[in-house]
């Protein structure tokens, strides 16, 4: 998938030469920029956890393209399953612009601490790349993660009495939004019926 690929973003330090790294990722000399009037995509690095602020601080102010896409995920914590919303891509978000009309005032930006680059190449993100993430993210930016229970599956009760315990789906029941996993309990397998938001999956089906 082009989300998971593009976590390749998050280590500024993967060469230019990797071949995944490549397939995503363009580099032009600075000097080839400073003849360029085409407005391209470029990948920025953000103060950390500002993407979102940094994002919406440049659309107001310079009134420019920005995508900073999230992920929107549940989590097991002392409170039960909870719904979470970080960054897809920690520390950066992406920013179309012309290069040598724009560039200095994007880097001194709020939330902004510059455009990624490598040596004096700077990196642009291929237009298709970013028009395949926005479709799966919509107009909100959020990609939301709820991965489909199978029977067969490892999970995790995030709440109730069996809170923490891991079990294994035994069968599915869609109309009421419920499965029924077997768990070991005090020594002794024991085959309950649960509410599926209250499992997490902690492994692929086992058959």
């Known amino acids: 998938m082009v989300a998971s690929q593009l976590c390749i973003l998050k280590n500024v ?8 790294f490549h397939e ?4 032009h000399s600075r000097d080839q920029l400073a003849l360029s009037d085409t407005p391209l995509w470029f990948c920025l690095r953000t103060q950390p956890k500002h993407e979102h602020l940094a994002a919406t601080a440049l659309r107001r102010q310079l009134q420019i ?4 896409p999230r992920l929107r995920f549940r989590k ?3 409170r039960g399953a909870v719904w979470f919303v970080e960054a ?11 290069y040598p009309l724009q560039h200095r005032r994007v880097e001194h930006s709020s939330g902004i601490q510059g455009i990624v680059q490598f040596g004096d190449y700077v990196a642009t993100l291929d237009p298709g790349t970013v028009e395949a993430l926005q479709q799966k993210t919509g107009e909100e930016e959020i990609l939301t993660i709820d991965p489909e229970i199978q029977v067969g599956q490892s999970v995790r009760i995030a709440e109730g009495p069996f809170q923490g315990l891991e079990a294994l789906v035994t069968r599915l029941l869609p109309a009421k939004e419920r499965i029924r996993v077997l768990l070991e309990f005090l020594g002794r397998s024991v085959e309950t019926e649960i509410s599926k938001p209250k499992v997490l999956p902690v492994g692929s089906p086992r058959f």
């Not at 060469?15 to 995944?20: L, N």
């Not at 995503?24 to 580099?27: K, W, Y």
């Not at 897809?88 to 012309?98: H, N």
Request: with cysteine; proline share 10%.
């Open 65 to 68: 393209p920005c995508f900073s």
């Open 13 to 20: 330090g993967t060469p230019v030469g990797s071949s995944r």
């Open 24 to 27: 995503l990722i363009m580099t």
């Open 88 to 98: 897809m891509f920690p520390g950066y978000l992406f920013a179309q612009f012309v």
């Open 76 to 78: 097991a914590t002392r």
